[in-house]
């Protein structure tokens, strides 16, 4: 499987989790299952995230998706792990341009649909 390979060719211990995962749950249509969506959740963090989680779950010898999304949540939540932002430069002139002063005359937005 592609997701299987890149998997593995992320991050040496993703390749252990996964080789220990993979002899736990066996093979057939729980195997595949299990890869695509331990992609799904590498797709979805930060690699260092998902290193640290995937330790965490070879500790615990967890094999279970859902409890590693968990993991994933709780390693979040203990401070250690930051939303990476892009670096895009703010020009510092901005409020001098020519379309931030016309956005002045624009109609406020109605947000009287929206519970605020």
């Known amino acids: 499987m ?5 998997l593995r060719s992320a ?5 252990v989790y996964l080789t220990f995962a993979l002899k736990q749950i066996g093979d057939g249509k729980q195997k595949h299952r299990f890869i695509r969506q331990l992609y799904g959740l590498y797709q979805q963090i930060t690699l260092p995230l998902l290193i640290k989680t ?3 779950s070879l500790k615990y010898r967890i094999v279970d998706i859902e409890t590693l ?16 932002f892009p670096s895009v430069p703010i020009a510092k002139d901005y409020q001098e341009r020519e379309s931030y002063r016309e956005g002045q005359w624009s109609d406020e937005v109605d947000l009287s649909g929206y519970d605020l």
């Not at 592609?2 to 890149?6: A, D, M, N, P, S």
């Not at 991050?11 to 390749?15: F, G, S």
């Not at 999304?69 to 990476?84: D, F, S, T, W």
């Open 11 to 15: 991050a040496k211990e993703i390749d």
């Open 54 to 56: 995937l330790e965490r």
């Open 2 to 6: 592609v997701e299987e390979q890149k």
């Open 69 to 84: 999304e968990r993991i994933a949540v709780l390693e979040m939540q203990k401070g250690n792990y930051q939303i990476p």
